[in-house]
């Protein structure tokens, strides 16, 4: 209870800074952030089942000359063929939603497994969301296996070195995943945010700093499942020691 209330007095601080700390110095110079759209994608014109807002996502020009992603509008994703019938109709998290077509995103990388896109809310230049198509609830779920684990780092990083090279080659990024229960949707997802370096103190150090009782990184978690263990040890005294 009191780990709760600590989590939700510390993202009422966050939600009261953020309009201070994300405001652009200079608002005349922003630009947008779009990401190009795979092949297989549909072009969400079908306002029936997708309807995309029509207000772009703006952050402040980066600081150095890595290849931002080519603009391109929401798109809504296509269901693969063959995709058993329940495998997400019966998903009701927001997750879902994406995964039916329904709610329409920027997408950055799509496969058969994975599907990664940018984050509604970005915390650094570059903040992409990777998750599972197949339904895991979380990071401490039982179905969460280190062949996913290892898939989702894949394409993490893929979205790293496409978009994001210079960061992808420093190390200037971070991977992370929320624990339960301060993760905010419960379909497992693989934070990509770069360059670290140029996030505000409050979430680098705050809400997406890694080992920690809230947030933990992928290099652990793959650490810890390659070897036998669980992703993430259900007690927090010393867990980040092994």
Request: charged fraction near 20%; hydrophobic fraction near 35%; charge should be positive.
């Amino acid at each position: 209870m009191r780990v709760q209330l600590f989590y939700q007095s510390m993202t009422a601080l966050l939600a009261t800074t953020t309009s201070l700390v994300d405001q652009p110095r200079r608002p005349e110079k922003t630009t947008t952030l779009s990401i190009s759209t795979p092949a297989g994608e549909n072009s969400g014109n079908d306002e029936a089942a997708c309807s995309p807002p029509r207000h772009p996502l703006r952050i402040s020009p980066p600081n150095q000359p890595d290849p931002w992603p080519p603009p391109s509008e929401l798109r809504c994703h296509t269901l693969p063929p063959g995709s058993p019938p329940d495998e997400y109709t019966s998903n009701p998290t927001p997750f879902g939603a994406i995964l039916r077509g329904d709610r329409p995103v920027r997408t950055v990388a799509v496969s058969e497994q994975i599907l990664a896109f940018v984050d509604q809310t970005p915390r650094a230049p570059l903040h992409v969301l990777v998750i599972p198509k197949r339904r895991i609830d979380s990071v401490r779920a039982g179905n969460f296996s280190n062949e996913v684990a290892e898939s989702l780092h894949g394409a993490a990083m893929k979205v790293l070195q496409k978009h994001c090279p210079t960061s992808a080659e420093t190390g200037d990024y971070i991977l992370c995943y929320h624990v339960p229960p301060f993760n905010s949707v419960d379909h497992l997802h693989l934070h990509v945010l770069a360059p670290a370096s140029q996030m505000a103190p409050l979430y680098r150090y705050g809400k997406y700093a890694t080992e920690t009782l809230w947030c933990v990184s992928d290099r652990h978690v793959r650490h810890r499942l390659h070897k036998g263990l669980p992703p993430v040890p259900s007690f927090f005294l010393g867990c980040y020691l092994f």
